[in-house]
Nanobody, 116 residues
Framework: QVQFAESGGGLVQPGGSLRLSCAAS????????MGWYRQAPGNQRELVAR???????YYADSVKGRFTISRDNAKNTMYLQMNSLKPEDTAVYYC??????????WGQGTQVTVAS
């Protein structure tokens, strides 16, 4: 079963940038549609961005124009470039297949905190 490990989070000032990485185990990564999700305290987990195996992308309205999702299938890795960060982007960010499979499990995620 494929597993995912998120990294790259941290503390950044409003207007700053971060690049998140998602490393996938296994050999089937390239065929999966993948998503970046986030969960802020007291909120439900939400989809931030999605990329298909062919590279087609989708962004939530709240991040459109600021975030860029990409993938490198040769490295079994997906990325989320986050620019012009806002305090409301503060959350734990997770990566996983999209749509999230019924039998799927979440990794530990990576904390992103946007504060001055």
């Amino acid at each position: 079963q494929v597993q995912f490990a998120e990294s790259g989070g941290g503390l950044v000032q409003p207007g700053g940038s971060l690049r998140l990485s998602c490393a996938a185990s296994g050999s089937m990564f390239s065929i999966y549609a993948m998503g970046w999700y986030r969960q802020a305290p007291g909120n439900q987990r939400e989809l931030v961005a999605r990329i298909t195996s062919a590279g087609s992308t989708y962004y939530a309205d709240s991040v459109k124009g600021r975030f860029t999702i990409s993938r490198d299938n040769a490295k079994n890795t997906m990325y989320l470039q986050m620019n012009s960060l806002k305090p409301e982007d503060t959350a734990v960010y997770y990566c996983n297949k999209h749509p999230f499979p019924y039998s799927g499990t979440w990794g530990q995620g990576t904390q992103v905190t946007v504060a001055s």
